[in-house]
């Protein structure tokens, strides 16, 4: 066999070679780019679809009070405690102990120490009272809309949203249940380190952002 023909054949072989790694590489990047695309498309789609729902859930979460009244009652003396969302019950005791407290001050020859004493019990009972009033007009707003939202787009949320964003959307009704139906404390409401419902919330709201690509 020429050198000639030799030369012809490697060359020959050497084009081929180039043309089929050639045609590999193109059909991987064709690969990836169909799945880049899909990806991109599955993204816009959850957009459109979870975009106003995660806003509507994201309100209604952050309405719920990041403490219950049993948190709120911690440093109360002789306080009652909070389950079953039983707030007329919780707030009736406190107006007892206030009353009961009002009756001692009416006492005869009470001591100056055991008067002040009172008195400031008093007042932490009434700035108790209050708090607990604040968190039960917010406890209950928030209860009412999320369960318009379970009643309407929930059904998108179960259809669209990441697996993650709904395992914690269950963990944070674990919590809610757990603080305001079994008497849980949540935490200070100024740690969001440490307070469970501030934990749950804000881990949920993030998974929710990525679940968008934000």
Do not use: W
Not at 24 to 46: C, D, G, P, W
Not at 68 to 97: A, C, R, W
Not at 135 to 156: P, Q
């Amino acid at each position: 066999m020429s050198e000639t023909m030799i030369t012809a054949l490697i060359s020959a072989g050497a084009t081929l070679t180039v043309t089929i790694v050639t045609m590999i590489v193109n059909v991987y990047i064709e690969v990836i780019r169909r799945k880049f695309e899909t990806h991109q498309k599955a993204l816009q789609s959850k957009k459109e679809n979870l975009s106003d729902v995660y806003k509507t859930l994201i309100s209604i979460i952050n309405r719920y009070p990041s403490s219950s009244p049993n948190d709120i009652l911690k440093h109360v003396e002789y306080s009652p405690n909070f389950s079953m969302e039983g707030y007329d019950t919780i707030l009736k005791s406190l107006d007892y102990q206030i009353e009961d407290y009002k009756n001692q001050i009416n006492t005869v020859n009470i001591d100056y120490v055991r008067k002040n004493d009172i008195e400031i019990q008093i007042s932490n009972l009434k700035y108790a009272k209050n708090k607990i009033l604040e968190n039960k007009e917010e406890y209950f707003v928030a209860r009412d809309k999320y369960k318009l939202f379970c009643e309407g787009d929930k059904v998108a949320f179960d259809l669209y949203a990441g697996q993650e964003v709904r395992n914690l959307l269950v963990e944070f009704d674990v919590v809610i249940h757990n603080v305001f139906i079994s008497g849980q404390y949540a935490g200070e409401d100024s740690d969001p380190i440490n307070n469970i419902i501030h934990i749950c919330r804000r881990n949920l709201i993030d998974s929710m952002r990525s679940d968008l690509g934000i």
